[in-house]
């Protein structure tokens, strides 16, 4: 079994910034899939960006440009760097890696944005 553990969300102010980490149990040397989500009250998850093993990055066009994912394979982490927050990113933010026979997703944190 996998387990990925997140931490670093909170209550920042808009035009904050907030780093979130996801550290997982296992090697992650060879996830080539990985990515942080967010669910907002009411709404979907939805992806937010997402990391391949080669390190190429994708993100939703609201986060372009104001996010920034990463990952270290030497510390089986991976990172979500948001800056110039927005009342409209609070929401709570999910890792998810796929892999290791399977699809595994961290316990949330919350992030709220306050204008």
């Known amino acids: 079994q996998v387990q990925l553990v997140e931490s670093g969300g909170g209550l920042v102010q808009a035009g904050g910034s907030l780093s979130l980490s996801c550290a997982a149990s296992r090697s992650i040397v060879s996830i080539n899939a990985m990515g942080w989500y967010r669910q907002a009250p009411g709404r979907q998850r939805e992806l937010v960006a997402a990391i391949t093993s080669g390190g190429r990055t994708n993100y939703a066009d609201s986060v372009k440009g104001r996010f920034s994912i990463s990952r270290d394979n030497a510390k089986n982490t991976m990172y979500l760097q948001m800056n110039s927050l927005k009342p409209e990113d609070t929401a709570i933010y999910y890792c998810?890696?796929?892999?290791?026979?399977?699809?595994?997703w961290g316990q949330g944190t919350q992030v709220t944005v306050s204008s």
């Open positions: 998810q890696m796929t892999g290791w026979g399977g699809l595994y």
